[in-house]
């Protein structure tokens, strides 16, 4: 039920208020003071508050921005005396929702309070859809337990409360347009803009015009100005993602967009002026990148100020269960197929095979196993055919053959765990893998006491 707070120290008319407002649907509740009104308004959480604006204890149109401060989607609708209507137009700058003139006003009481509440349950939708946007990109969110990615996490929390450019790198699919939200979303811009470019959708020209905007006339075409990204971006977050992509001269704008905060658009003489975090994201090797002559060393070294590497799902293995059951539940609800497990053997297939398009790759099978399948379970049959290797049972080898890539690899990890005398993390460094990695190999394979 929607509930009003009457504050006023008449009592016949708090009374009569009451009584008109209660045949209408809404609990009411009383004061006669300021100090009361306060107790009231925290005690019984009101919608809408109708308040004198002469009280025993204080002045009803300074009480606004209390009430304001302590439930900030409540409205306040004045109660004035006849003559005092600046004290009216006062309220309403103060924050009121109305005024009401005592006596006058009897016919527009409910239809007013009405209006109120509508406001008030829009408020609230808007409050409710900006915590779960808020709560779709939190850190909260990003899922998995394994060391690397709660490192990974642990630094962009530490890098979202500064101001300084910030790196992402790893592999297409592991997550780095949801760290950059992340990253947004708990930095001091997070209520302003965050926009996101693909450089490798664009064509030079057409980035160029889509980053920096153009004046009117300055090619075929341009029939009046357009503001650029940057500009949409300006006290925000601009995410560029696939920056390994963005042609050579274009690099140089925006080093100076980082060096300077300015940039000069096409067919414009003077340069326009932004303030913008800058978040980018590659899979490509930038240094490699640089020596090839397709990336600027100046610019790599203002984008890598704070470097952060997203970890590819192979080397997270212990974190595929936790995708696998999130993305069931999830996709599981939207095709009305709730309470779906997943069998063992399912599981196990997802956690042999390679994930080159990491997490979204992963997304993706389950969403289709969730389509193909029947009522209560996600079996084997329900993956692609690529992902259906048998799952050997306990103290097998699994059959592979000399030309099975898991038996070569298998043998490969026993020579260099016999080459470094069994110092695994020497063994790991030799071949670049994670030491977790290594060690679930070695579990994998059987290899522990070799």
Not at 399 to 410: P, Q, V, Y
Request: hydrophobic residues 40%; proline residues 3%.
């Amino acid at each position: 039920m929607n509930k009003v707070l009457i504050i006023d120290d008449e009592d016949q008319l708090r009374g009569l208020l009451s009584r008109i407002i209660g045949l209408e649907g809404y609990e009411v509740f009383q004061a006669d003071s300021c100090k009361n009104g306060l107790k009231q308004l925290a005690l019984h959480d009101p919608d809408v508050v109708l308040c004198d604006v002469r009280l025993p204890d204080g002045n009803g149109v300074e009480l606004i921005a209390e009430i304001k401060r302590v439930k900030p989607l409540a409205e306040v609708i004045m109660l004035t005396a006849h003559g005092n209507i600046p004290d009216g137009v006062q309220a309403i700058k103060n924050g009121a929702f109305d005024y009401l003139t005592k006596g006058d006003d009897n016919n527009r009481i409910i239809p007013l309070i009405s209006r109120a509440m509508d406001q008030v349950a829009k408020a609230k939708q808007e409050s409710q859809a900006e915590i779960l946007v808020d709560r779709e990109y939190s850190f909260d969110t990003i899922l998995g337990s394994s060391m690397a990615i709660r490192e990974a996490i642990a630094l962009a929390k530490k890098v979202s409360v500064t101001d300084v450019p910030v790196l992402l790198t790893g592999e297409t699919g592991t997550g780095k347009e949801v760290f950059a939200q992340a990253i947004h979303r708990n930095s001091e811009r997070a209520k302003k803009s965050f926009v996101a470019v693909n450089c490798a959708a664009f064509s030079k020209e057409l980035l160029e015009s889509e980053m920096f905007g153009h004046k009117a006339g300055s090619f075929t075409g341009a029939l009046k100005d357009k503001k650029g990204l940057f500009e949409e971006a300006n006290h925000g977050t601009i995410f560029l993602d696939e920056i390994g992509e963005m042609a050579f001269d274009l690099q140089a704008k925006l080093l100076r967009i980082l060096e300077a905060g300015e940039f000069i658009k096409i067919g414009d003489t003077k340069p326009t002026k932004v303030d913008v975090r800058v978040i980018a994201a590659t899979n490509r090797d930038l240094t490699k990148e640089i020596e090839n002559g397709h990336f600027r060393e100046d610019l790599y070294y203002r984008l890598s100020v704070f470097c952060i590497p997203l970890p590819p799902l192979r080397e997270r293995v212990e974190d595929i269960e936790v995708y696998t059951r999130a993305f069931v539940q999830y996709f599981g609800a939207k095709m009305k197929k709730k309470g779906l497990e997943v069998h063992p053997d399912y599981m196990e297939c997802l956690k042999r095979y390679g994930w080159h398009g990491n997490v979204r790759e992963l997304r993706n099978v389950v969403e289709r196993s969730i389509v193909i399948a029947g009522e209560g379970q996600l079996t084997v049959d329900d993956l692609p055919l690529e992902l259906r290797r048998p799952v050997p049972a306990a103290g097998e080898t699994g059959g592979f053959s000399d030309f099975d890539m898991a038996n070569i690899e298998k043998n490969h990890i026993r020579r260099v765990l016999q080459h470094t005398g069994g110092n695994k993390t020497e063994a790991a460094r030799l071949m670049r893998i994670g030491l977790t990695t290594l060690y679930r190999k070695i579990e994998e394979y059987g290899l522990g006491d070799k």
